[in-house]
């Protein structure tokens, strides 16, 4: 079967891989997607979109994968993004 599928992506963003396409597609794989939507709440202040962005690059990258991703992973990475942002004097 053959399908065509036309998207545009943002600025900046890669493209995925045919490979990529196929393993997404591929019942022998599983994924599971977080979004910065899903960092909300744990602060009583919001993050910048970016902010969010580094909590889910941080989470992908040190997460522990014996314990996978969970509530507590991001509320760690939440925490540890806002508490640089407050060290930043702004002037």
Same mark, same amino acid.
């Given at each position: 079967?053959?399908?065509? @599928?036309? @998207?545009?992506?943002?600025?900046?963003?890669? @493209?995925?891989?045919?490979?990529?396409?196929?393993?997404?597609?591929?019942?022998?794989? *599983?994924?599971?997607?977080?979004? @910065?939507?899903?960092?909300?709440?744990?602060?009583?202040?919001?993050?910048?979109?970016?902010?969010?962005?580094? $909590?889910?690059?941080? $989470?992908?990258?040190?997460?522990?994968?014996?314990?996978? *991703?969970?509530?507590?992973?991001?509320?760690?990475? $939440?925490? +540890?993004? +806002?508490?640089?942002?407050?060290? $930043?004097?702004? *002037?």
């Amino acid at each position: 079967m053959k399908v065509m @599928i036309e @998207i545009d992506f943002p600025d900046g963003q890669k @493209i995925p891989t045919s490979e990529d396409i196929l393993r997404l597609t591929n019942p022998d794989y *599983i994924s599971v997607w977080w979004h @910065i939507n899903d960092c909300e709440g744990f602060l009583d202040y919001e993050l910048t979109d970016d902010e969010y962005r580094e $909590v889910l690059r941080r $989470v992908k990258h040190y997460h522990d994968c014996n314990e996978g *991703i969970t509530w507590l992973t991001i509320e760690h990475y $939440v925490d +540890a993004v +806002a508490s640089e942002r407050e060290k $930043v004097c702004l *002037i």
